[in-house]
């Protein structure tokens, strides 16, 4: 059974920062690995999707890296702006179709 | 318009009570889950389905039922609400290729 763990569990940072979020995966036979961003009261947003031939993924200050042999990924964010503040959470995709989440990550990015 | 509508966003009701949450889609998506929530945990699959005449359980089905009413619409049902089954829905679609897209959430408390 894939279990998914982040850590840290909350992380606090000033404005400006660059910052490294860590996820870990027990099963490597995975399709993918996808970061999502949470707000409060609000859904899931997909941030980043690795397939399981990539090794990463970029999308503006966002990077995310894949290395399926340690069963880890990490979020790199550069330059940390307040609105940047959520919940990070990634999820392991085995081949069908269901997801395994992580239990996320509380960002705060303090001015 | 959301592209994933969950109905109610709210709802706080007694144990015993029979409560069904909806989920709509605009997406075109044949697949949909549902989600709960609860802190610490992440997000834990209650069932899924791929199409109309497809239902699946995920790893938490026990004490839910769901129905596939159309491609569009999802419905989650708790029979006899108990207390432990307070926490946050969240009902996802996906084509299977492109990532998850989540509604907002419903809350839920049982008293």
């Known amino acids: 059974k894939q279990e998914v763990t982040q850590i840290p569990a909350a992380l606090s940072v000033p404005e400006g920062e660059n910052l490294v979020l860590n996820c870990s995966f027990t099963?490597?036979?995975?399709?993918?690995l996808q970061w999502f961003r949470q707000d409060p009261g609000k859904g899931l947003t997909s941030l980043l999707l690795?397939?399981?031939?990539?090794r990463e993924q970029t999308s503006g200050r966002l990077n995310a890296s894949l290395d399926k042999s340690s069963g880890r990924s990490t979020l790199y964010i550069a330059a940390s702006q307040p609105g940047d503040s959520a919940t990070y959470l990634c999820a392991a995709r085995p081949s069908g179709s269901r997801l395994t989440f992580g239990e996320g990550t509380q960002l705060t990015v303090n001015p | 318009d959301a592209d994933v509508t969950q109905t109610p966003r709210n709802r706080i009701t007694k144990t015993g009570k029979r409560i069904m949450l909806e989920c709509s889609q605009t997406k075109g998506h044949d697949r949909m889950y549902w989600y709960r929530q609860d802190p610490g945990l992440g997000l834990r699959l209650i069932y899924y389905s791929f199409d109309v005449k497809d239902i699946n359980k995920g790893e938490i089905s026990d004490g839910y039922s769901v129905s596939r009413q159309a491609q569009a619409k999802f419905s989650l049902s708790l029979e006899s609400a108990i207390p432990n089954q307070t926490a946050l829905y969240f009902c996802?679609?996906?084509?299977?290729?492109?990532?998850?897209?989540f509604g907002d959430g419903t809350r839920l408390s049982i008293l």
């Open positions: 690795i397939q399981s031939s990539q």
């Open positions: 996802a679609t996906s084509d299977g290729i492109t990532p998850q897209h």
């Open positions: 099963d490597s036979a995975i399709y993918n």
